[in-house]
């Protein structure tokens, strides 16, 4: 008998999403599915939507028509978007939307204080992602002070600290100078999480995805 095929692990059925109602909606009609390992890109102008799909996907703007799904199956409740969001984690274009804490250490840490670990957890499983993307030396500095390449990694940190089974990627290496693309091209390399990435990086998306999802 022959296996079921799983289900994708984030979905859009007939998604139609508008920032505006009076506005021609930026996503219409729209159908995504991001199945388990796989890493895809997302490409197209300034303006189709790559953000606007990113923050959909994980439920920080509505949809006005069709279905979000998780692991098959739809997102409706709070209780549904908790679970959404600790199984999918958004690095966003800016690093400094994403850090706002006195030190690095804080910041990766506030994501699992927030699922209920306790301090020392909560500790020790963010200086132990830190290590992984040789961060440890940058524990204590203030996020602020930090160089474009370094927040973007700790950006990351922020998010892989909470384990999730899918990242989504808005812009992961804009405005980096190569060293610091380098590294973060290291660090989603070494992950072995579904990645779906939005850029205009077309190096980085021939090394790291297998096929291309265009807007636009």
Excluded: Y
């Amino acid at each position: 008998m022959p296996q079921e095929t799983p289900p994708p692990l984030l979905a859009l059925r007939e998604a139609l999403v508008t920032l505006d109602p009076s506005a021609p909606p930026i996503l219409e009609d729209f159908h995504l599915s991001l199945h388990s390992e796989e890493r895809v890109g997302l490409v197209g102008p300034v303006g189709s939507g790559k953000t606007t799909l990113l923050l959909t996907l994980i439920g920080l703007l509505p949809l006005r028509h069709g279905s979000l799904f998780h692991q098959g199956c739809p997102v409706r409740t709070k209780a549904d978007l908790a679970a959404l969001r600790r199984g999918v984690g958004l690095v966003f274009q800016n690093p400094d939307d994403q850090l706002f804490s006195p030190t690095v250490l804080d910041d990766v840490a506030f994501g699992p204080l927030n699922l209920g670990r306790s301090s020392a957890e909560a500790r020790a499983e963010s200086l132990a992602t830190l290590a992984q993307l040789n961060l440890s030396h940058l524990a204590q500095r203030q996020p602020h002070s930090l160089s474009g390449g370094q927040k973007r990694l700790v950006s990351l940190a922020t998010v892989l600290v909470m384990r999730p089974q899918v990242l989504l990627l808005d812009e992961p290496t804009n405005d980096l100078d190569v060293r610091s693309r380098d590294m973060v091209l290291h660090a989603l390399t070494a992950s072995p999480r579904t990645m779906l990435i939005a850029s205009h990086d077309m190096d980085l998306l021939h090394a790291l995805t297998t096929r291309r999802i265009t807007l636009g």
